[in-house]
């Protein structure tokens, strides 16, 4: 049996971005975990300083608070479930626990799920852009430029976006370079009777 030493297999450039698998889920996870913990201090920042954040029915075109307290708790709730599933994933695959990766799988799959109903409903409803753009508030960074876009073009740029990214979650390396050094296994020992 063929021994690989630890650190060749660690930064072995097999698959994922040019990583090894493990490597590529332990950047990922890490990258998720700074995000996410980034959306986490942005949250409570806004719950310590409410003023800071509110935004005024007038700005928002309509009579409904835009972050109340209860949406401000189920925002960090969700943050805080989704730092614990990228620290676990990340655990996992340091670890080559792969029990510990599956709720990041799960998440993946949603999220992957979710994309794809986002981009067939910007595909069967075009206007629903626009719409959605006029009900920003008028402060809003470059809203007149993008209202001024033709809307075929918009719907086309948001499609384009939402292909490549779905196209980046469903990417698999080819067989080969999946198995470790594309190495076959060896059989097993052949039975012996006692």
């Not at 189920?74 to 943050?79: D, E, G, K, L, T």
Request: net charge negative.
């Amino acid at each position: 049996m063929k021994m690989v030493a630890p650190w060749t297999r660690f930064y072995s450039n097999s698959c994922c971005l040019c990583c090894h698998v493990r490597t590529g889920t332990i950047l990922l996870g890490v990258w998720y975990l700074i995000i996410n913990a980034v959306v986490l201090l942005i949250l409570l920042s806004a719950l310590a300083d409410p003023d800071q954040y509110h935004f005024s029915s007038s700005e928002l075109g309509g009579d409904f608070d835009f972050m109340d307290d209860a949406n401000m708790c189920i925002a960090i709730a969700i943050s805080l479930l989704m730092i614990l599933i990228c620290a676990m994933a990340t655990y996992g695959a340091y670890k080559q626990h792969a029990a510990w990766i599956i709720p990041f799988f799960c998440y993946q799959i949603f999220d992957f799920a979710l994309n794809t109903l986002v981009a067939v409903t910007v595909l069967v409803y075009p206007n629903s852009i626009q719409e959605y753009i006029r009900q920003l508030p008028p402060n809003f960074p470059y809203k007149e430029d993008i209202m001024s876009v033709n809307p075929t073009c918009l719907v086309l740029i948001i499609l384009l976006f939402m292909s490549i990214i779905l196209t980046f979650k469903v990417l698999l390396p080819p067989y080969d370079e999946a198995t470790v050094n594309g190495a076959a296994k060896e059989p097993p020992p052949p039975y012996v009777s006692a």
